[in-house]
Every structure is written in C-alpha cells, then in structure tokens.
C-alpha cells in the first residue's frame, strides 16, 4: 500500500470542500488555483485513500422545527462493568448502528463512552435508554445531559495552511 502524500494544493482543496462540497470541479480548480483536471484528479484520489470519508447536507434543526418537532439532544456518558477490548467492541457495535446515536466517542479518563444521541421527545428518549443502556447487563452507570441550545456546531477539522517538513 502507497504511503498518502498530502500538499498544500491538497489542503487547500479539503478545506474548500468543507466549506462547501456542493461547488462543482471548475469552481473548485478555480477557488484554489489548479486546473480542473488536476482538481479532479486530486480529489478522487483523496476519496480513494479515505480522507474524504463522505459528502453530506447538513441540516437545520431550527428550521426543521415547525415540521418535525424541537426533539431532544443528549450528551451521553456511559460506563461499562468490563473494559475489555472485547466489551468495549461489543457496546460500540451495538449502538453505532442505531439511528438514533448520532456520535460514539471512546474516552478516558471517567466514562468509558460519550455519545450524542437525538429522540423526538422523552418518551423517545426512554426508548433509547431501554433498547441501547438499560437491556445491556455490562452497562454500570448512564448520565445523560440534555441540550438547552446548541451555541456550536462545527464538524471541519482545523487544516493548516501547509505541511510542516
């Protein structure tokens, strides 16, 4: 397998398209000054190699409100009774693919797990916490923070403007 080499000309257009996925290849060769074959070429190649993971619409909440409801967000911290490599990969597959956890973080110290979940309502909630919390006998302890604004919220990571050497 190649080694992934990444240049300036490559930052510039990752940080472009987390700005805004949605400009086509000849806006994005000009934004960062490469011609379109180029840019393209560039920017499957990032795909291939996994940097470029996917390519999504991100939603209002606010906006969607007055049709879909406010909902309820949660932080969530969890603790498991085993920490084994083999438990922890046994929670993290049990609740990655439920629709409702939205991220699935493993951390230390303190909780062995955060997540960031979403219901429409508490009754919601209550559902979540049976089906992915409450019906595991190695989860030791739950606490739940729910969302009262969201002031942030930013999923680019911070690209330098170069390499360093």
């Known amino acids: 397998m190649e080694s992934l080499v990444i240049d300036s000309v490559d930052l510039r257009l990752l940080q472009a398209l987390q700005d805004d996925a949605s400009r086509t290849n000849q806006q994005l060769a000009a934004l960062v000054h490469v011609s379109p074959p180029t840019c393209l070429r560039r920017v499957q190649r990032l795909r291939q190699a996994g940097v470029i993971e996917r390519e999504v619409a991100l939603l209002s909440p606010d906006k969607l409100a007055p049709l879909l409801g406010h909902g309820l967000q949660a932080v969530v911290e969890v603790s498991l009774d085993r920490q084994s490599a083999e438990a922890l990969d046994e929670f993290e597959a049990r609740v990655t693919p439920d629709e409702a956890v939205q991220q699935c973080w493993r951390v230390s110290p303190g ?7 979403g219901a429409r309502d508490m009754p919601g909630y209550l559902a979540l916490a049976q089906r992915l919390f409450t019906a595991d006998a190695n989860v030791r302890n739950v606490k739940a923070f729910f969302s009262v604004k969201r002031a ?7 690209l330098p403007a170069q390499l360093e050497s």
């Open 152 to 158: 942030k919220f930013e999923p680019r990571l911070a």
């Open 111 to 117: 909780p062995d797990f955060v997540l960031i979940v």
